[in-house]
């Protein structure tokens, strides 16, 4: 009976160290970093860029470090959304589960979107839905075989893309050195100015910042996927605080130095920097480079880059998706029919439930429903700071409850630095980015704009409000918070009994 119920519910602990590292990087190198980052050198020149997309690496890295220590104490299904369950209010971490479970379904279909937008690159004559298809069955049969599946997909996705990035660097350093290339020895391009009189290496003012700042942040989401795969981690303790702590650094040498090498060899008054866009590879800031270093083949090169970054974003999507169903079900927060587990240990309902809304996605822009898919879109990349503020919040409240409770710093397993500054710093730059990311709706106010850009949020409330309502939940009291592990989903060797006596 025992082996019975595992197979219709349990997880399996099959991602290793080196896999969840780059699981972690991995949804923080993609497209962002690829098209974006040249139209934000262009509007806030490589100064602005660099300090944008640096205020966003540090509320990455107070979200991580956020996630690491819930993750590592309690590598729990759903992560996150079982963090906001036990330490807010269980109806709150439904919403923020149906929330993040509609975020990444819709980046599914993005993703299929984009995938026949680059194919089209080299087969300009191949319907771009022959391409969709494929990749989609690529996806879902990586997710259906196990976790270590879609880990070791995952893990060799992202190594390309790190690859690629410490070439570029390479090669931009001895381009910036006159060793390669037909560029100026020096630092020009970092005082130039245009003919309107905007100067380098600031330019546009705050408001340039703050536009790229909004572009950073959805470059790096998709990082929060360490804590969803933290509960099939084989061993959470060592593998969830190595990932975490390498993110940090690791998007600091990447961001960083891909901006200031772009900033230093193209001019933000280049015009094709502001090409940057997944239907131009060509005007990427990368191809612009590896052209000028004499590499003739560099648009081929950078679009099969740009796809294996589609590729990834895929993938993850897919998994991360799948698993906030599963958990969600544990929970009641799901209908209880994604519990069930194939045996490979894969949810795989909740795998097909997922696949089946990307499509359906993919397919209502495609047949001209254009302004539909858009507000899928703009839903998915806002609903991702919905996700960081709920990793935040519940930061907040487990450390408060983790005190009340007798607990000491020293029994953590993990550490998030500089709490209480850290979850409060990034819940109030979430909550600007949430609702100042589209304040240009209001200055031409219309209707539809104001669905497009913000129908996601009354939607959130309402998750929120109706399974408050029916399910009478309430705030959880600090004393209450559970600190257990359930029996079915502790790691091997683990005690789920409370690490103290709640009533001593």
């Not at 022959?130 to 879902?140: C, G, N, P, R, Y």
């Not at 330019?203 to 942040?217: D, I, N, P, Q």
């Not at 891909?258 to 191809?287: H, K, Q, R, W, Y």
């Not at 169903?325 to 209880?336: N, T």
């Amino acid at each position: 009976m025992s082996q019975m119920k595992e197979q219709k519910s349990q997880l399996q602990r099959t991602i290793g160290s080196r896999q969840l590292s780059m699981i972690a990087i991995g949804g923080a190198i993609g497209t962002g970093l690829f098209l974006a980052s040249g139209s934000g050198i262009h509007s806030a020149g490589p100064g602005g860029a660099m300090l944008a997309y640096g205020l966003m690496g540090m509320v990455v890295y107070f979200m991580m470090t956020s996630l690491g220590e819930m993750s590592t104490q309690l590598p729990l299904a759903g992560g996150f959304q079982a963090f906001a369950s036990r330490f807010i209010d269980p109806a709150l971490g439904a919403a923020f589960g149906w929330n993040y479970w509609f975020s990444w379904s819709i980046t599914l279909a993005a993703e299929l979107v984009a995938s026949t937008i680059i194919m089209r690159f080299w087969f300009p004559n191949v319907p771009g839905s022959i391409w969709a298809v494929l990749f989609l069955i690529i996806l879902m049969a990586l997710n259906l075989m196990s976790a270590k599946a879609y880990a070791e997909a995952e893990y060799w996705f992202a190594g390309i893309k790190v690859v690629a990035v410490l070439a570029f660097l390479a090669i931009g350093l001895l381009m910036i050195f006159g060793v390669i290339g037909d560029h100026d020895v020096g630092f020009q391009n970092w005082f130039l100015a245009d003919d309107e009189g905007n100067k380098a290496p600031f330019v546009g003012g705050f408001g340039a910042v703050l536009g790229v700042f909004l572009v950073a942040g959805f470059s790096f989401q998709g990082t929060e996927g360490v804590g969803i795969a933290a509960a099939e981690s084989d061993n959470p303790d060592k593998t969830i605080p190595k990932a975490i702590r390498s993110v940090f650094w690791r998007i600091v040498i990447f961001y960083f130095g891909a901006i200031f090498v772009l900033g230093t060899l193209i001019p933000f008054t280049d015009p094709c920097l502001l090409g940057g866009s997944e239907d131009n590879v060509a005007m990427s800031p990368f191809t612009i480079v590896f052209n000028n270093a004499g590499f003739k083949a560099a648009a081929s090169v950078v679009n099969a880059i740009i796809l294996t970054s589609v590729l990834s974003c895929g993938n993850s999507s897919l998994y991360m998706s799948s698993r906030m169903l599963y958990a969600m079900s544990l929970r009641k927060q799901a209908p209880k029919f994604f519990q069930k587990v194939n045996k490979h240990g894969v949810p795989h309902l909740a795998v097909w439930a997922t696949g089946i809304v990307g499509a359906l996605a993919f397919l209502t822009s495609g047949v001209g429903q254009g302004t539909i898919y858009y507000i899928f879109y703009n839903a998915s990349a806002q609903t991702g700071f919905i996700i960081w503020l709920g990793i935040a919040m519940a930061h907040y409240r487990f450390r408060k409850a983790w005190y009340a409770q007798g607990h000491t710093l020293n029994e953590l397993k993990f550490k998030a630095k500089f709490y209480p500054v850290a979850p409060i710093v990034a819940i109030l730059l979430s909550l600007v980015v949430i609702f100042g990311a589209n304040y240009f709706v209001f200055l031409d106010f219309n209707v539809p704009d104001l669905l497009i850009y913000y129908g996601f949020f009354p939607v959130f409330m309402a998750i929120y409000l109706g399974f408050k309502f029916v399910n009478k939940t309430k705030i959880v009291p600090l004393k209450e918070c559970d600190f257990t592990m359930p029996e079915d989903e502790a790691p091997e060797g683990e005690s789920p009994e409370p690490l103290v006596d709640r009533d001593a």
